[in-house]
């Protein structure tokens, strides 16, 4: 992936796969899916890839992105941190972006989503309320007793956005089967 920004980025493969797993554990440790990542390391696909980000030779963050089969006009944002010394310098504008060019340059999808769980005052989301172009609630997987509180955001590839509009997105079984 090239960078907008001087920014490195290592595709992940089986030499850099335990740091990734690391950073993973760290960031996500009620969530790490080391065979995620073993299929993103091994079966290496321009739309189902994960990045080592690297400012000179400091690793700053991660970054992938991944696509639900059932809609193949989007590109999803997969497991996006930026290392926590390195927060609040720039760096997760720059990797958001340059992650949305390189999905750009595939040119074979009309719209780049992120889906993510609020929390207030999560930073996270204030990156993604500067960035990108629509925020909508996405309450297709809420029951009467759990409502997960996600939020999906989009940008557009191609000149025209369309809302998500609620899409079934199968999260509550991914997550599931997470654990």
Same mark, same amino acid.
């Given at each position: 992936?090239? $960078?907008?920004?001087?920014?490195?980025?290592?595709?992940?493969?089986?030499? &850099?796969?335990? =740091?990734?797993?690391? =950073?993973?554990?760290? =960031?996500?440790? $009620?969530?790490?899916?080391?065979?995620?990542?073993?299929?993103?390391? +091994?079966?290496?696909?321009?739309? @189902?890839?994960?990045?080592?980000?690297?400012?000179?030779? @400091?690793?700053?963050?991660?970054?992938?992105?991944?696509?639900?089969?059932?809609?193949?006009?989007? %590109?999803?944002?997969?497991?996006?941190? =930026? !290392?926590?010394?390195? #927060?609040?310098n720039?760096?997760?504008?720059?990797? !958001?972006?340059?992650?949305?060019?390189?999905?750009?340059? *595939?040119?074979?999808?009309?719209?780049? #989503? %992120?889906? /993510? /769980?609020?929390?207030?005052?999560?930073?996270? *989301?204030?990156?993604?309320?500067?960035?990108?172009?629509?925020?909508?609630?996405? +309450?297709?997987?809420?029951?009467?007793?759990?409502?997960?509180?996600?939020?999906?955001? $989009?940008?557009? *590839?191609?000149?025209?956005l369309?809302?998500? &509009?609620?899409?079934? !997105?199968?999260?509550?079984e991914?997550?599931? @089967?997470?654990?």
């Amino acid at each position: 992936m090239n $960078s907008l920004y001087g920014l490195r980025y290592e595709i992940l493969n089986l030499k &850099n796969l335990d =740091i990734a797993f690391k =950073i993973q554990k760290d =960031i996500w440790p $009620s969530d790490p899916d080391y065979m995620d990542l073993y299929d993103k390391a +091994t079966n290496t696909k321009d739309d @189902n890839c994960f990045f080592l980000v690297y400012d000179k030779n @400091n690793l700053v963050g991660i970054t992938g992105v991944d696509v639900f089969r059932e809609y193949p006009d989007t %590109v999803w944002l997969d497991w996006f941190a =930026i !290392l926590p010394e390195y #927060r609040k310098n720039g760096y997760g504008k720059k990797v !958001l972006i340059d992650t949305i060019q390189y999905c750009k340059s *595939l040119n074979k999808f009309d719209t780049f #989503r %992120v889906e /993510t /769980t609020y929390y207030e005052n999560r930073p996270a *989301l204030f990156l993604y309320d500067k960035v990108m172009q629509l925020k909508e609630d996405y +309450t297709a997987e809420d029951t009467e007793s759990i409502k997960q509180q996600t939020i999906i955001y $989009s940008y557009s *590839l191609n000149g025209k956005l369309e809302l998500w &509009n609620n899409k079934y !997105l199968g999260l509550i079984e991914y997550y599931d @089967n997470c654990k």
